[in-house]
């Protein structure tokens, strides 16, 4: 069985521009949750999306934004990069709102 | 607000010694205690879910056990591979049904051999 599935791995991004991370949950699964992760510290809630609405949304600027397809693949999008963006971002999938959730093995976005 | 506090930051054990890690949470209205483990660059992996004090999990050598104020990871005898860095984090009761976890910083633990 196929887990979470992030992509791209790395990337490199100069402040200022737009990055688009991407996520495809495990099969059956209808919720997916973002998190950011910066070295030396525990998962940052970002966005949880289940059903393709969102059903919170953690402590981070608007320029942070996310969608959830119908087929519950996600997209995080984050604008105007600043240097502290530069972080671990994790994609994590669950049953539903309540249930434990599974993680992909992250994307590692770096703004110079 | 959500807390999780977890001690001690970094515990450097001998291959075979037992000990535990501890994760202090303070949440409004607990729905579910997680443990996790994560490899360096890698994303956390699940390991168990506890839903209410008393309750005790088990997987290889690690267990973990519930109360009302913290829970603990028990690791028995410990193996060299068993060297990660373990998460807590707690989903608390929030209206609306919306799922908003608190992590804590995590307990980096090394097994030397």
């Known amino acids: 069985d196929a887990g979470v599935t992030q992509s791209p791995t790395h990337l490199i991004k100069t402040r200022g521009q737009q990055v688009t991370l991407r996520c495809s949950p495990i099969?059956?699964?209808?919720?997916v949750s973002w998190y950011q992760q910066v070295l030396g510290q525990g998962p940052q809630f970002i966005f949880q999306y289940y059903e393709k609405e969102e059903r919170g949304r953690g402590n981070f600027p608007d320029r942070f934004s996310a969608r959830q397809f119908p087929n519950y693949s996600s997209e995080l999008n984050v604008n105007a990069l600043l240097l502290g963006d530069s972080a671990l971002y994790l994609c994590?999938?669950?049953?539903?709102?309540?249930?434990?959730?599974?993680f992909g093995q992250g994307t590692r976005l770096t703004v110079v | 607000e959500d807390q999780v506090t977890q001690s001690p930051e970094a515990l450097r054990l001998q291959e075979g010694e037992s000990s535990s890690l501890n994760c202090s949470y303070t949440?409004?209205?607990?729905?579910?205690l997680f443990w996790y483990r994560q490899d360096p660059g890698k994303g956390p992996e699940f390991l168990f879910t506890?839903?209410?004090a008393g309750e005790e999990k088990e997987k290889e050598r690690l267990k973990a056990t519930l109360t009302k104020k913290e829970s603990f990871l028990h690791i028995t005898a410990p193996k060299p591979e068993d060297s990660a860095t373990y998460l807590c984090a707690v989903q608390g009761g929030l209206s609306g049904g919306s799922y908003i976890p608190t992590f804590g910083r995590g307990t980096s633990l090394i097994v030397h051999p």
């Open positions: 506890l839903y209410s």
């Open positions: 099969s059956g699964h209808k919720s």
């Open positions: 994590a999938s669950s049953l539903g709102g309540w249930t434990e959730a599974f």
């Open positions: 949440v409004s209205g607990l729905r579910g």
